[in-house]
């Protein structure tokens, strides 16, 4: 499988700065917190795995579902807008909004 090198530069370029690691760690975090919960939720007062409701696993993954869509409605434009904002500093948007990736 051939990897866009354009997206190959721009994701060794953002993984050098502290942000984007920072922003994976917070959106696992969120995540696996909310995943957790669910699970105490769902097997009762303790985390012995005897009884387990499905109906609590799916709504498990129903939260889960929306919650993730939820980030990513907040995570993606504002990693875009730093790169749109970018390529204005240089002067290269007429160019890349020209070419077809």
């Given at each position: ?20 690691p ?11 917190s ?7 939720i ?16 799916t ?6 579902s ?12 504002s ?13 290269t ?9």
């Amino acid at each position: 499988m051939n990897i866009n090198p354009v997206f190959l530069r721009e994701l060794r370029v953002r993984m050098r700065g502290w942000k984007l690691p920072a922003i994976i760690v917070i959106y696992l975090a969120i995540m696996a917190s909310v995943s957790i919960f669910m699970l105490k939720i769902g097997t009762g007062k303790d985390l012995s795995f005897i009884y387990v409701n499905p109906d609590k696993f799916t709504a498990t993954y129903t939260y889960l579902s929306i919650i993730q869509f939820m980030l990513i409605l907040f995570i993606a434009p504002s990693l875009t807008a730093g790169a749109i904002s970018g390529e204005r500093e240089k002067q290269t948007l007429d160019i890349m909004l020209s070419t077809p990736l």
